[in-house]
């Protein structure tokens, strides 16, 4: 343990001294140590670490603004399946522990005491984490809420880099065939597009139907949810949905039957729409099941595949997508344009499914970004 003799201000070191180990961050400010016990207050529910002593790991320093990327523990929402996410399933005060990795401002309170030995063969970290934990916030008139954000990242997938520059050389072949390009609502091609209809028709859109996909959806979460739908209808509200919202209304997506066993191995049982069964596609059936196993700790975490049903082969309607997107030149254009895209995939995914995954992989001019999309009925 640490002792207060040997404790020294974070920001006082040099980013090796500490950078790639494992270190516990501490605090003895009185007035900080009681604001961070009060979990009603503001600063409490907004301060990027919420326990302490923390323990940390460091994998970058910004020099810029004197912050750092770490892997640290905070908390998340129990879920039973994973359709709890989307329904609102879940209790606020039944938590649990997960690993988080974001970027966090150096406060000049924090101590650390680099003799101390911290045992890593206790310390079960995955190849993954989330971006944030979920948590109450407040807002500055007064609104409050509970935010949820139940998205992994695993940034390196474990696989050989001669699986993923032969998938890669066949999507790019593949695109230059078909060459399906959408310049609206996103700039992409589309490569395996899952959608029974390529180019469904504009007036394609039911509002009334949109209605009652809506009210069922937000009855499901709860009564007060579908009460308050009801009246601002009434009112008129939803006159003037966005592109993407009609948009995904439309989507028909064809499903492809996976089986996983036991042992996670994966077999695609059904063709996958737009890519047909045949000999010349067989390795790429691999390669995409390659990459689904190599995600499976992830849809885990995500309860769409269980671990709790031995000597069971578990089968998901999996839909799949492929696309490239074409990014405007700009390295923080790149950034938003990739936000946006990855919102629209949750956005459309959210009514028919339960979550997307996506295996992405950019060329060094960042002119491209190669996608593959996971999502399950």
């Not at 908390?75 to 609102?88: F, P």
């Not at 504009?202 to 937000?218: D, H, M, P, V, Y």
Request: proline residues 6%.
């Amino acid at each position: 343990m640490a002792t207060t003799n040997n404790l020294v201000s974070l920001e006082s070191l040099h980013p090796t001294e500490y950078q790639y180990r494992w270190i516990r961050l501490h605090i003895t400010d009185d007035y900080l140590i009681k604001t961070l016990s009060n979990p009603r207050t503001r600063a409490a529910r907004t301060y990027p670490i919420e326990r302490f002593p923390c323990l940390i790991y460091t994998t970058d320093y910004n020099h810029s603004n004197k912050s750092i990327q770490v892997w640290l523990k905070e908390e998340e929402v129990r879920v039973e399946k994973c359709s709890d996410y989307i329904n609102m399933k879940y209790d606020a005060k039944q938590m649990q522990d997960c690993w988080v990795c974001k970027w966090i401002p150096i406060d000049p309170l924090w101590l650390v005491d680099l003799s101390e030995e911290i045992d890593e063969t206790t310390i079960n970290k995955p190849d993954f984490y989330r971006l944030h934990g979920d948590r109450e916030v407040r807002y500055g008139d007064g609104g409050e809420d509970f935010l949820v954000y139940p998205v992994w990242i695993q940034e390196r997938l474990p696989i050989s880099r001669t699986r993923r520059q032969r998938l890669l050389d066949f999507f790019h072949e593949l695109n230059n065939q078909r060459k399906d390009f959408h310049e609206h609502p996103s700039p992409v091609e589309d490569i395996i597009d899952p959608d029974l209809l390529v180019s469904p028709p504009k007036t394609s859109f039911n509002r009334n139907q949109w209605i009652a996909n809506e009210l069922k959806r937000k009855l499901i979460i709860n009564s007060r949810e579908g009460r308050q739908f009801q009246r601002d209808i009434k009112e008129d509200a939803y006159t003037d949905l966005s592109e993407h919202e009609k948009l995904r209304s439309t989507y028909q997506w064809l499903p492809t039957d996976f089986t996983i066993d036991e042992n996670g191995r994966v077999d695609i049982v059904s063709p996958i729409h737009q890519l047909p069964l045949l000999p010349q596609n067989r390795q790429t059936y691999g390669d995409i099941a390659r990459i689904f196993h190599a995600m499976i700790p992830m849809f885990k975490q995500l309860k769409v595949i269980r671990d709790d049903i031995p000597n069971v082969k578990q089968r998901l309607q999996v839909i799949i997508k492929v696309q490239s997107y074409n990014l405007q030149a700009g390295l923080n254009r790149i950034q938003n344009e990739m936000i946006e895209l990855s919102y629209f995939f949750f956005r459309c995914l959210r009514d028919e499914i339960c979550w997307p995954m996506a295996y992405r992989r950019s060329n060094r001019k960042y002119s491209c970004c190669w996608c593959l999309l996971f999502a399950y009925r």
